[in-house]
């Protein structure tokens, strides 16, 4: 079947810029995670979603960074006023959440770029 | 919180020879899960290899397995008849088995390249 896809696959975009990334999760899958890796970094945790429940948002860096899942299915990380220090990777993961921390099935990130 | 820490940012093995990667961690939760993920230069994070903490036995997926240290806190993965397809960056992730986030915890990556 379909995995987890995302959208755009690079974005370039000037500083102060708000910007929008999706995330289609594979279909049925219920938890939904955004990670972001930075050059020469390994991944870092940004936002959780688990069905309807209240998404947990301790890995944001600011409050220019948002996201939503509309109907537990496609998710939005949006990211205003870009700064420099936001060019990254933007990772979106899914899991069929049926119990335990399953494997997470990861796609192909958005590659982003502030000028 | 958990850390993870991979000490070898870069690697290098021949075509079918074996390569070992290392990997630390420290969690306070007695139940966990550990993982490696493959990162190729697709960027697409794939799962090499998973294992439950309250199983002793190591985990091995094929030509990869994994010497699980629990005192020790160390989870290495070996790669055997090593790849050129093997070439990628590799991390190391912890993840809670408890609680109701089950975010994973990655260390830096180790880039493994596999030479003919």
């Known amino acids: 079947g379909a995995g987890v896809s995302q959208s755009p696959s690079n974005k370039v975009t000037e500083k102060g810029k708000d910007v929008e990334l999706r995330c289609d999760p594979i279909?049925?899958?219920?938890?939904l995670y955004w990670y972001r890796q930075s050059l020469g970094q390994g991944l870092e945790f940004l936002i959780y979603f688990q069905g309807n429940s209240a998404p947990d948002k301790s890995g944001l860096p600011s409050d220019r960074f948002s996201a939503e899942r509309t109907g537990g299915s496609v998710s939005t990380l949006t990211i205003q006023r870009t700064q420099q220090e936001d060019s990254a990777v933007y990772l979106c993961?899914?899991?069929?959440?049926?119990?335990?921390?399953?494997?997470?099935?990861f796609g192909p990130g958005t590659r982003l770029l502030v000028l | 919180a958990q850390t993870v820490t991979q000490s070898q940012p870069e690697m290098s093995v021949q075509e079918a020879e074996t390569v070992t990667l290392s990997c630390t961690y420290d969690?306070?939760?007695?139940?966990?899960?550990l993982f490696w993920y493959k990162q190729p230069p697709s960027r697409q994070m794939i799962l090499v290899i998973r294992?439950?903490?309250?199983?002793?036995q190591n985990a091995t997926e094929n030509r990869f397995s994994v010497n699980f240290q629990k005192a020790a806190k160390s989870f290495s993965l070996k790669i055997s008849d090593s790849q050129l397809g093997d070439t990628a960056m590799y991390f190391c992730?912890?993840?809670?088995?408890?609680?109701?986030?089950?975010?994973?915890?990655f260390g830096k990556g180790t880039l493994l390249t596999v030479n003919p």
């Open positions: 992730a912890c993840g809670n088995s408890g609680g109701s986030n089950y975010k994973l915890t």
């Open positions: 969690t306070s939760e007695n139940n966990y899960y």
């Open positions: 993961a899914s899991s069929p959440r049926t119990s335990g921390p399953e494997t997470q099935y």
């Open positions: 279909s049925g899958h219920t938890a």
């Open positions: 294992q439950e903490a309250y199983k002793q």
